[in-house]
């Protein structure tokens, strides 16, 4: 937008916080019951703007987890942000550049700068990226449970909810039976499996098999970096693959389009390092064809705030795994809460900025821990 004006930052803080889950949630590496994130705070003039980190508790889904991303904002992020002066949110990768890896503790940063500067300006961060429409198409991301009659359960309340698109957590042991299971008892539903990594490429065989349900795409099933590989999937299935731990960056969405990896693509905004590497992700993807959708780290409002916004763009064509806050916490950190509409999307903020307000409340009751950092002088 013309009228973005570069922020100076003065203070930022950061909230390593911890919230339990409705409901447990498993995956090909990990069950489980908590989610533990890092909300960051920056104060630029009398305005804050949020940003959430949204690695894990350990390294498990990316190496990034709590620790390695306070000691890298701590130590190396925050310092260059404070000592910037004026700073855009366009400069932030700039700026960060010098830190090799880190996603999503750059993320972070990142998209709280993007938060303020579009407080600032009195737009709306959708405003702000370039996005449309008043709301996007969203699903749900099931996953593993204990067992196909529990998982039927589940399917059914969120069709019932109103969820028109569900992916489901497949890993070795567990992805045919419970795919034809669903597929049985509901076959227009848009399905769609992920495996996170579980599979190698020995597995072929089995994989094809997934072939035959009419999925809309079958997200990461070999290794966390596989580029080639999946290239290799992608020419013998009929099924799109989509890659998502692998995409790291605008520089591997590049290799992956290149050499067919994928027919499209999840874009999560702290897997990229930002939403300036997500909105190039998202035009390179457009120019060569490939619909992207976008992915979810079960994030609080926050997080989910900025995820509506990007997915608000032209090329995400796809449901995003940004489900309704319900689906993921009782008492959200952020409000107000996000509801699920009737056909199966979620609104777009259109307040300033994020358009969703930290509870201060409710934030100091799930911190575990809190850093304030300022500028000296
Ligand atoms: O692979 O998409 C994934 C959550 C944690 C780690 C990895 C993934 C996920 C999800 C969550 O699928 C989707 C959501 O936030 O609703
Ligand atoms: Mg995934």
């Known amino acids: ?169 497949i890993k070795p042991g ?39 349900f009419g999925l809309l795409l079958i997200e990461q099933p070999f290794h966390h970096d596989d580029i080639v590989d999946h290239a290799a999937l992608q020419a013998e299935m009929r099924t799109p693959i989509c890659l998502d731990e692998s995409i790291h960056s605008p520089l591997h969405a590049g290799w992956a389009l290149k050499i067919r990896a994928c027919r499209n693509m999840n874009i999560k905004v702290g897997r990229v390092g930002g939403l300036s590497a997500a909105l190039r992700i998202h035009d390179m993807c457009r120019e060569a064809g490939v619909p992207v959708w976008c992915g979810g780290m079960l994030e609080t409002n926050v997080g989910r705030a900025a995820n509506l916004a990007l997915a608000s763009l032209p090329n995400f064509t796809l449901p995003g795994d940004i489900s309704a806050s319900r689906r993921y916490y009782h008492e959200d950190v952020a409000l107000p809460d996000f509801e699920l509409n009737a056909d199966s999307t979620v609104s777009v903020p259109q307040a300033p900025g994020l358009g969703v307000a930290v509870d201060r409340a409710r934030l100091a009751a799930a911190t575990l821990h809190a850093e304030t950092f300022r500028t000296r002088n």
């Not at 993007?114 to 600032?120: K, P, S, Y």
């Not at 008892?185 to 098999?209: C, G, H, I, M």
């Open 1 to 169: 937008m013309s009228d973005r004006q570069p922020v100076v930052v003065s203070c930022i803080e950061l909230h390593h916080i911890r919230l339990p889950y409705v409901h447990p949630f498993e995956t090909s590496f990990r069950r489980e019951t908590h989610r533990e994130s890092i909300l960051v705070a920056v104060r630029g003039g009398d305005l804050i703007g949020w940003g959430e980190c949204v690695a894990g508790s350990g390294p498990w889904y990316s190496a990034e987890t709590m620790g390695t991303a306070l000691h890298v904002m701590a130590g190396y992020l925050v310092p260059r942000l404070l000592e910037a002066g004026a700073v855009a949110a366009h400069d932030c990768e700039r700026l960060f550049a010098p830190v090799r890896g880190h996603p999503m503790a750059k993320a972070a940063l990142e998209n709280a700068v993007w938060d303020l500067e579009a407080q600032q300006a009195g737009h709306s961060l959708q405003a702000a990226l370039g996005g449309r429409g008043d709301r996007v198409a969203v699903g749900v991301s099931q996953g593993i449970e204990p067992s196909i009659s529990e998982l039927l359960d589940r399917v059914a309340a969120w069709i019932d909810e109103g969820y028109a698109r569900v992916k489901l957590k």
């Open 174 to 212: 567990w992805d045919v039976e419970p795919v034809a299971a669903v597929r049985d008892r509901w076959p227009d539903l848009a399905l769609q499996v992920d495996a996170n990594s579980a599979y190698v490429p020995e597995d072929t065989a089995s994989l094809k098999e997934l072939d035959h």
